[in-house]
């Protein structure tokens, strides 16, 4: 089992920036491949981003890429969002996920989940 808690959410302009950070506990940090998920309003949850246990490999959707970059580090059982020129259409609440398959598009834990509102 591990337990993950994010942070970082908030309200901020379109072009701005944030870091989600997920703090996870439990089982050994680097036994799980982590990713985040968002859902918008009236929308299902998606895929973000994910990233390899050992951090070596990584993933980013098409609609994210160069502004959103997924990192994690090990010693900290962290892994971060770094979100630069955020746009309206950002807006959802974010959730980290871990597998200990390896699969972080069929995680098998989330977190609660953080919003970030981005205002145009």
């Known amino acids: 089992q591990v337990q993950l808690v994010e942070s970082g959410g908030g309200l901020v302009q379109a072009g701005g920036s944030l870091r989600l950070s997920c703090a996870a506990s439990?089982?050994?940090?680097?036994?799980?491949?982590m990713g985040w998920f968002r859902q918008a309003p009236g929308l299902e949850r998606a895929f973000v981003a994910g990233?390899?246990?050992?951090?070596?490999?990584?993933h980013i959707i098409n609609s994210v890429k160069g502004r959103f970059t997924i990192s994690r580090d090990n010693a900290k059982n962290t892994v971060y969002l770094q979100m630069n020129n955020l746009k309206p259409e950002d807006t959802a609440v974010y959730y980290c996920v871990a597998s200990d398959r390896g699969d972080w598009l069929r995680p098998d834990y989330w977190g609660q989940g953080t919003q970030v509102t981005v205002s145009s």
């Open positions: 439990g089982r050994a940090f680097s036994n799980y491949a």
């Open positions: 990233i390899s246990r050992s951090g070596g490999s990584s």
